[in-house]
């Protein structure tokens, strides 16, 4: 047995140990173990210990990924078993054979008892294009062997469409078959498969105004969408029942980035509809009327903020609850039993620190992780027959349920009179301190958020622990907000938006907590953008800038996402970030760089090619700055766009904690 394998099975049995049968409900004391020390950049790196839970039916078996050696396997663990029990189902980076792109185990569910579904994710090349590719197998818990669904035959992505949740295991797939001919090949049909001896039978077969189809929670076929990659044209068909045809619901003009479609979002197995819908300017939940088929009453919205998404009762006949973010993640459940089981565990471990990961079938043993701001996940099982509680894992089991730097949401004020929710770190070994250096950490996307809660890149708490204080803003253009927040983005990019990012340096050095000639700007993706564009406009509010996988020539990217998301959603996307895209590109800007970079990029990057960097430095060079005193770039050969390699997050940290120490010490 190779040492891989060995330490796989010592970090499996650990955790399987870990599950006891029943155990007092009472939180364990936090430790204080690195109270008076200081966390190393090589734990901050370290992928977690155990993430995504997912619990069995019968509550007998959990499906999860663990850390095992710098990497991440699927496993298999028994609850509460007396001898540890559990089987590695796969490494997360074997799922593919080669090492092009973002290749991973990505998500799994349990189908009954003995079925896994799994979706493998990777970034594949056809024709010269790269898109993202979905596959599905079964992984059968007795045999031990894994069963590709629906891959004869098909090419392109796949997407599941519905799962089973009770009798002989079967899912409903969404593939492309070119059987039917070249003037169908984009027009995907639709196959229910069963699990157990790979049979399917065609439940919905290709329609030349079809690119999507979508099942209800009996996994009957209802609804199909097509969207023109080149116009933007939507059409949507519905039909009541498998027998019935389909006939066209909805046909309209996409113009922005989304397109608020007032259908359907699920059909549960009782009929019963709910749509969630921004109609109101934020995202809500209503019902929907199947015989009029028009939105009916609003049934759940947050003030100010929209709702992520819903959860669904394990027997598909209601809905249990609406998920959202405010300044951390809330779940509202709707059933009094559940409802209950959140307040007995808050009351334990503190109010909104507890997130129900799973449960069984039944709602008797539940997987929850618990966490305060500034605290990893702790992943406990909760038996509510017996009313034990037992730890599953720690989330970093270095760290274990240690409170590291303090953690807070603030707003600010914008000087065209908006308010920006951010999420504010502080230095816990600089305690009370005042004029302390800072970080501007920008998110990606653009339309994605921060919030209170762990972050399993760590960056934040890593910046703090070397002494920054760290803003995270939720700028225009972040999602949760409303719709009228997320298209303030649009020609925004460059602008208004690194305006945002200049504020929250104002508002922090107005009270007291930073020295504003000491801050330095540091992010990735749409983050590494923003640091870029600060380095090249904004160098009198800031001292550095730390800039990785950014896609800092606009004009370029907007070509390449062309073949990537089509040329609708190209130009409502990065085309939309400015009025000249020449302007906001920083890179065709490179003698305006006033101060020191850091640029980070993978050469695996298919998301934002590394040829985006690859420019940019070419520019600088051309432009007389000077490498290791203007700019310092760091090309990492297997990092994709995600950091999926610890190797790859640690060296991103490491390279910045140089970087920082030389231009914005603490």
Not at 30 to 39: E, F, P, R, Y
Not at 158 to 187: C, D, F, K
Not at 385 to 393: A, E, H, N, Q, T
Request: charged share 20%; glycine share 8%.
């Amino acid at each position: 047995m190779g040492s891989r394998a060995k330490s796989l099975l010592i970090a499996c049995a650990a955790l399987a140990m870990a599950v006891p049968g029943a155990l007092v409900a009472q939180q364990m004391p936090v430790a204080t173990d690195w109270a008076d020390k200081t966390v190393a950049l090589e734990i901050f790196s370290q992928l977690d210990q155990l993430s995504s839970p997912k619990m069995s039916p019968d509550g007998s078996w959990i499906a999860a990924k663990v850390r095992v050696d710098k990497r991440q396997a699927l496993v298999v663990l028994a609850v509460g078993k007396p001898t540890p029990s559990m089987q590695v189902v796969g490494l997360t980076e074997e799922a593919g054979s080669d090492k092009v792109g973002d290749r991973q185990i990505y998500s799994w569910r349990w189908l009954d008892n003995d079925n896994l579904l799994i979706e493998f994710v990777s970034r594949d090349n056809f024709a010269g294009e790269w898109f993202d590719n979905s596959r599905y197998a079964a992984y059968n818990r007795t045999t031990k062997k894994i069963v590709p669904l629906g891959w004869d035959g098909a090419f392109g992505s796949t997407l599941l469409l519905w799962a089973s949740r009770s009798g002989s295991p079967h899912v409903v797939i969404q593939r492309y078959n070119p059987v039917y001919g070249t003037e169908m090949l984009n027009h995907p049909e639709a196959v229910d498969i069963n699990v157990l001896t790979g049979e399917n039978h065609v439940v919905a077969r290709p329609n030349p105004i079809v690119d999507q189809w979508q099942a209800d929670r009996n996994g009957v076929v209802r609804f199909g969408s097509s969207s023109d990659r080149e116009t933007g044209k939507i059409r949507v068909v519905y039909r009541p029942d498998a027998e019935s045809n389909f006939k066209t619901l909805v046909t309209t003009q996409q113009t922005g980035l989304s397109v608020d479609l007032q259908i359907p979002s699920l059909i549960l197995k009782n009929n019963k509809a709910y749509s969630v819908n921004s109609k109101s300017g934020f995202a809500a939940l209503y019902e929907y009327d199947l015989d009029k088929m028009q939105m009916g009453k609003m049934i759940f919205s947050v003030d100010g903020y929209d709702i992520d998404g819903v959860d669904v009762a394990p027997d598909q006949m209601s809905i249990a609850g609406v998920s959202y973010h405010t300044d951390r993640a809330v779940e509202t459940y709707f059933a009094p039993r559940m409802k209950e089981i959140q307040r007995l565990l808050e009351e334990t471990f503190g109010k909104g620190n507890v997130s129900i990961e799973t449960t069984d079938a039944a709602e008797q043993r539940i997987v929850f992780a618990a966490a305060a701001p500034g605290q990893v996940p702790t992943y406990y099982v909760f038996d509510t027959m017996s009313g034990g509680i037992g730890r599953l894992s720690w989330g970093n089991d270095a760290l274990k349920n240690a409170i590291l730097n303090p953690v807070s949401s603030i707003r600010y004020p914008t000087t065209d009179g908006k308010t920006v929710e951010a999420v504010l770190t502080m230095p816990r070994h600089h305690k009370g301190e005042k004029n302390l250096p800072l970080i501007v950490m920008p998110h990606g996307g653009p339309w994605a958020r921060d919030s209170m809660d762990w972050d399993s890149y760590q960056w934040a708490q890593a910046m703090a622990e070397l002494g920054y204080v760290v803003v995270q803003p939720n700028f225009r253009g972040s999602t949760g907000y409303g719709q009228a927040w997320v298209d303030a983005a649009n020609k925004n990019w460059g602008y208004r938006m690194q305006d945002d990012l200049i504020d929250a340096i104002t508002y922090l050095a107005k009270q007291g907590m930073v020295d504003d000639k000491r801050v330095c700007v540091m992010g990735w993706s749409y983050g590494g953008y923003a640091a870029s564009r600060a380095a090249q406009r904004d160098g009198a509010h800031y001292r550095c800038a730390i800039s990785g996988a950014a896609p800092s020539d606009v004009p370029a990217m907007v070509s390449y996402d062309r073949n990537y998301l089509g040329a609708q959603l190209a130009k409502a996307a990065l085309g939309s970030a400015g009025a000249d895209l020449t302007d906001v590109s920083p890179a065709l800007h490179a003698k305006e760089y006033s101060i020191p970079i850091l640029i980070v990029h993978g050469a695996k990057d298919k998301r934002v090619p590394v040829a985006q960097s690859r420019t940019l430095v070419a520019r600088l060079k051309a432009a007389g700055k000077v490498e290791g005193k203007d700019f310092v770039y760091v090309e990492q050969p297997e990092n994709t766009h995600n950091l999926l390699r610890q190797e790859d997050r640690l060296q991103f940290l490491q390279e910045t904690k140089k970087f920082l120490d030389k231009h914005n010490p603490a």
